[in-house]
């Protein structure tokens, strides 16, 4: 993971009364704090100057204070937080269960994101902060920046939307099926407003004309950025370098949802047989299940952090 070249590295601690706020206006330290569990930021420099948010449940009142854990690093996905691994709560969330099980846990924020909003010299409002690694050409044309940040205005548009007793909760729920696939069981909806109201936590436009051009690149692959007519300025060839799928040695498990359009099986398949080392592709046990349930579903603990959880004890 190039851009976590860590330059440094300082620790926070986090102060305030949070107990009497509600959980769609805490951030995810507080959140663990309010939980009763240990939480600490801690700021990574990149190589290109961007400030990122890193949080940590360092251990337990199940699994005290040790200095000998494993580490587990939790990345999150487009549009999401290190929100999304705690808020459903202990014993159903994976980083509570991690914390539970002795695991030092990790959570980042990708550039951009509710918590990553910082550069040494840039700011959120100037268009150069979104374009990460870029010397001509970009974004300008697009006159955006950033998509779907989460803030005041939104979390109190999803807290009147989708709040239990709302008239409008059933289209709050059918706008986010649209996007990740249709499974109304798995979602509990009392808790709809407080997920809406970290997710979308912001993304740069940039990330998502990305993922756009590999949807749309023949072959598939994972290419880095297409600057189209200008590729050869940038790379010295018509086409983008394409990531070495190859090079990554690392033990992977891939998990995945039948009824996931961002995550199809069908590309599941093809991406396990490129990576050198698949130890197994596992089909959650729910032919419904779809994008979100891997963090939000009622039944997640049963579904998928039960099987994360098994799989890190048997490759410790
Ligand atoms: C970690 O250290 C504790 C004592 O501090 C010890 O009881 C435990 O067995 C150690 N765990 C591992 C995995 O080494
Ligand atoms: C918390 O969020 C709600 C909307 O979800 C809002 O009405 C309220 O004013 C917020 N409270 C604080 C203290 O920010
Ligand atoms: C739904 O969320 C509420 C609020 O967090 C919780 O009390 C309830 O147990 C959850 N229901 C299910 C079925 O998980």
Not at 57 to 79: C, E, R, T, W
Not at 122 to 145: A, C, H, M, N, P
Not at 207 to 232: C, D, K, M, R
Request: glycine share 8%; hydrophobic share 40%; net charge negative.
């Amino acid at each position: 993971m190039i851009w976590l070249s860590l330059l440094t590295l300082s620790c926070l601690l986090i102060t305030g009364i949070t107990a009497d706020l509600k959980d769609e206006n805490l951030t995810t330290p507080q959140l663990i704090e309010k939980y009763g569990y240990p939480a600490e930021i801690h700021t990574v420099d990149t190589e290109d100057g961007y400030i990122l948010q890193m949080h940590r449940i360092p251990y337990s009142s199940k699994s005290p204070k040790a200095d000998n854990k494993s580490v587990v690093f939790l990345q999150h996905g487009l549009f999401a937080s290190s929100a999304d691994w705690i808020i459903l709560g202990p014993g159903v969330s994976l980083g509570y269960l991690l914390a539970d099980a002795g695991y030092d846990v990790w959570m980042g924020n990708a550039r951009g994101n509710t918590y990553s909003r910082n550069h040494l010299t840039l700011s959120t409002s100037s268009v150069k902060f979104w374009d990460f690694r870029i010397v001509v050409g970009g974004l300008e044309w697009l006159g955006v920046g950033e998509l779907f940040a989460s803030n005041a205005f939104t979390t109190w548009v999803m807290d009147l939307a989708c709040k239990d007793g709302s008239i409008t909760q059933g289209m709050c729920m059918n706008a986010m099926f649209a996007f990740i696939g249709y499974d109304p069981v798995e979602v509990n909806k009392t808790m709809l407003p407080v997920i809406l109201a970290h997710t979308p936590a912001g993304a740069s436009t940039k990330s998502v004309l990305h993922y756009a051009q590999e949807i749309s690149t023949i072959p598939h692959g994972f290419y880095q950025w297409n600057y189209y007519v200008t590729n050869f300025v940038h790379y010295g060839s018509f086409y983008p370098p394409e990531y070495d799928l190859k090079s990554i040695g690392t033990p992977i498990t891939l998990m995945y949802c039948d009824n996931d359009p961002l995550g199809d099986p069908t590309d599941v398949f093809e991406l396990s047989g490129v990576l050198p080392n698949v130890k197994e592709v596992y089909e959650v046990a729910l032919k419904t299940c779809n994008h979100q349930d891997f963090l939000w579903a009622k039944d997640v603990k049963f579904l998928v952090n039960d099987k994360v959880m098994r799989t890190l004890r048997a490759n410790k």
